[in-house]
């Protein structure tokens, strides 16, 4: 959740800048604070970076987040600036701006803020209008600058970086959303196709949920105090969402949470916040950036760039999907994640080869940046790829078919018979293995054994591959089901079974292997109800055989030869995601007399569409 990203990118970026020269910043910039009064009178403030040569003009590089511009106050100077070490000692004009209601700026914050096409007056206002102004004015008073603004920033940051585009400033000239919040509903943060994800929701809002009354440089204590040690237990024996209301935890405080549990449908809530339906005509080189080991918004940044793609025809934009968890990109060394290991510094590259070429070329005339349309890392061959499209044109939809005795195929058995389990809401599959106080990070690459030899989850297995079998795209489940109830949540799981000879990286001198480990390469949900419309949700009639079908995020993975390909099916992903009480209802209104056992059968015909690259 955005939280997490909020103390993973500081610890990152510590690490990325850890060899800065402790008075790099005061000896090379000079630091202004200020406030930018917006159309509508709202001040926001902002700190500027102005390199003390001005011998030279500098464009300038701004980041408006709702995470706090500190250190504040001119003579406090924070140690790194810019989003890496190449493009600080490049000397730009550094600019950081709380967003409206946030922090030190004036107004009212407003979650994923919905952008107004075209604006009546000077008090409807958006993140574009704000932008738009900001800029305005750093282009009329900050001295030396060239005239060119970029734009960047991770997770809810990505979010400000996208909004700048539409109803741009003209002045504007290269945006590298990273890692944004696109469509909280669909596939960001809050949910995935209709499925809330409670425990990073739950973390984040107690942190970023809290009012204040005004600008404030730090909002103190969270909204109430919660240290479990075993997430999984706490969840369990804190009951249903309603719960969360109580006068023990938000309390009605937090009126994005409360918001949250509010629109349990794609309704108009969550269509306003949808930042992809706005991304049309852009003509601004773009450079989306994301990581396949994203538990936030890997979904954020794969749309944010086809939405670009599909809406704006002529632009200029790219891709970039690394081996990365939420914003490791801007790491010192990113080499090896969990299990795996890449056999290079992939967030060096990127910063390198990649971000600073980008910002460079277009914003200061600097260099050549020649990327290709999608650069994009292969998991299981550890090879940067680069490809004219996404997903690559010789990618073709291949069916993988579940059927008898756990075998998955590309030819369908013919059978009509099906594999079934029996949902228990009230004792849920974990999504990871073993007692956690947070969310698990590496959760997403986790070996799944775990989950295999529990009862409530069905299991698919290839024989052996005789060749490499590699991934570029979207993943499709395409299942036929039926259930005993009238809802339920599906989660599909793609893995990775490895040879028994398969080394462990973490435990390699103790002899340690990942014999038949069953990895993960990707999973998604889907709340069932939501099957055929997010906006009108359906109940399931019991007993009858139903179609389930919905997307996987995008893949970049090479299945070797000697491997096997799994498929996993359940119902819960505890504490992940919140429990469906799996009967037809607000679930945000369920108490605990709701939540009832489901058997769910998966008929023969379901099938897996995996892209596979044709050589």
């Not at 995601?577 to 799996?582: A, C, G, M, S």
Request: with cysteine; hydrophobic share 35%.
């Amino acid at each position: 959740m955005k939280k997490i990203f909020s103390i993973i990118a500081v610890m990152l970026c510590v690490k990325a800048f850890a060899q800065t020269p402790v008075n790099f910043v005061k000896e090379n910039f000079i630091k202004k604070d200020t406030v930018i009064k917006m159309r509508d009178g709202v001040k926001l403030y902002t700190v500027i970076y102005i390199p003390k040569d001005a011998s030279q003009k500098y464009p300038i590089l701004l980041e408006r987040t709702p995470y706090s511009s500190a250190p504040y106050g001119d003579t406090n100077y924070a140690r790194r600036i810019g989003p890496n070490p190449t493009l600080m000692n490049e000397k730009y004009i550094f600019v950081y701006q709380d967003v409206r209601g946030r922090y030190m700026s004036e107004g009212m914050n407003l979650e994923m803020t919905p952008y107004i096409e075209n604006k009546k007056n000077k008090k409807e206002v958006d993140e574009s209008s704000d932008t738009y102004d900001t800029i305005d004015w750093l282009l009329k008073n900050v001295k030396n600058n060239n005239g060119r603004v970029g734009l960047y920033g991770i997770s809810y940051p990505g979010f400000y970086a996208t909004a700048c585009l539409p109803g741009a400033h003209p002045a504007i000239k290269a945006v590298s959303p990273q890692a944004p919040v696109t469509d909280e509903f669909i596939g960001d943060d809050a949910n995935h196709n209709g499925a809330f994800f409670l425990l990073d929701n739950f973390d984040f809002m107690n942190y970023f949920g809290k009012p204040r009354s005004g600008p404030v440089k730090d909002y103190g204590a969270q909204v109430f105090n919660e240290n479990s040690k075993d997430v999984y237990d706490f969840f369990l024996k804190l009951g249903p969402v309603s719960n969360t209301q109580s006068a023990k935890y938000f309390d009605h405080k937090s009126y994005i949470w409360s918001e949250y549990l509010e629109h349990d449908t794609y309704d108009a809530y969550w269509k306003a916040r949808n930042i992809r339906q706005h991304l049309k005509n852009i003509n601004i080189p773009v450079m989306v950036v994301g990581g396949w080991f994203d538990a936030e918004d890997l979904f954020g940044a794969l749309n944010t760039y086809t939405s670009i793609e599909k809406q704006s025809p002529q632009n200029n934009n790219r891709l970039v999907m690394g081996p990365w968890t939420h914003g490791a990109w801007e790491s010192s060394e990113w080499k090896q994640f969990a299990s795996q290991n890449f056999g290079s510094n992939t967030s060096k590259y990127f910063q390198d080869s990649l971000e600073a070429q980008f910002f460079n070329f277009y914003l200061k005339d600097k260099g050549v940046f020649n990327a290709a349309e999608a650069t994009v890392f292969e998991t299981g061959s550890n090879q940067w790829k680069s490809y004219n499209t996404w997903p690559p044109v010789n990618a073709q939809n291949v069916d993988y078919f579940l059927n008898e005795k756990q075998q998955l195929s590309q030819q369908q058995d013919g059978t009509a018979s099906s594999d079934e389990y029996v949902s228990n809401p009230n004792k849920p599959v974990p999504y990871t293995n073993g007692i956690f106080s947070g969310r698990n990070n590496e959760y997403m690459v986790e070996d799944q054994r775990f989950a295999a030899i529990r009862p409530d989850v069905l299991l698919y297995e290839s024989p052996v591959l005789t060749d490499d079998v590699t991934l570029a795209g979207k993943i499709i489940a395409d299942l036929q089901v039926s259930i005993s109830t009238t809802d339920a949540d599906f989660i599909v799981k793609i893995i990775d079974v490895l040879p028994d000879d398969e080394p462990n990286i973490k435990n390699a001198a103790r002899g340690f292997t990942m014999a038949n480990a069953q990895r993960l390469v990707r999973a998604e949900i889907m709340r069932g109800k939501f099957r055929n419309s997010f906006e009108t949700p359906e109940a399931f009639t019991p007993g009858k055989i139903t179609s389930v079908k919905f997307n996987l995020n995008d893949v970049a993975h090479t299945f070797k030869k000697g491997h096997k390909i799994m498929v996993q099916v359940q119902s819960t992903w505890f504490p992940l995601v919140d429990r469906n009480p799996q009967k037809f209802m607000r679930i945000p209104d369920a108490i605990e007399a709701d939540f009832i056992t489901a058997t769910i059968k998966i008929f023969r015909g379901s099938k897996i569409i995996l892209p596979v690259i044709k050589k």
